[in-house]
């Protein structure tokens, strides 16, 4: 039996990682906003992953917990709600165009991107932080496309929401 879950679990972890990103790098329309009031907990086990740190190893690292995370729930969304929270440094990530930001010189290999997105099939979604777009001048339409990218009026108010309402918290670091 083991192994045939491990088969799964591996299977479904390999797409997620290595799942083609349609539209990773495109640039459209800004993501949808939420609301504190928007942000609910649907299912009995829900953590947030706070990213506020610029340094790609350790966002890969986040994303590889994430994916673990996921695994031993068999990758189902309805055992399981997994957010990453970002602000400062940590939506650099998710700029489809960085030109213009602290971090237009910076290499991201478009890859974790991907990896991420691959995550995103299982629930995974992003809120990133209205008031560091604002404070470092950033045009929110520099965001890449997705619909599990939100904008919350504060990352650090929506980490503390998000744990009011009982979701467990993890920074890797």
């Given at each position: 039996m083991t192994s045939s879950k491990t088969s799964r679990r591996g299977f479904i972890g390999a797409l997620a990682l290595s799942g083609a990103a349609i539209g990773a790098s495109r640039v459209a329309a800004?993501?949808?906003?939420?609301?504190?009031?928007d942000i609910k907990k649907d299912t009995d086990v829900a953590c947030l992953y706070h990213c506020d740190f610029g340094d790609v190893q350790r966002f890969s690292q986040?994303?590889?917990?994430?994916?673990n995370h996921l695994s031993v729930y068999e990758f189902d969304p309805m055992r399981v709600k997994l957010v990453i929270v970002a602000h400062g440094a940590g939506i650099k990530f998710f700029l489809a165009d960085r030109s213009g930001t602290p971090w237009e010189k910076d290499q991201i290999d478009e890859d974790i991107y991907k990896r991420f997105v691959g995550l995103t099939k299982f629930g995974v979604e992003a809120y990133l932080c209205e008031i560091t777009y604002k404070r470092q001048k950033i045009d929110m339409a520099k965001t890449r496309d997705g619909a599990f990218l939100k904008f919350v009026p504060s990352g650090v108010a929506t980490v503390a929401e998000l744990q009011g309402?009982?979701?467990?918290?993890?920074?890797?670091g």
């Open positions: 800004a993501p949808a906003k939420l609301s504190m009031s986040m994303l590889t917990n994430i994916n309402k009982g979701f467990a918290y993890l920074k890797v």
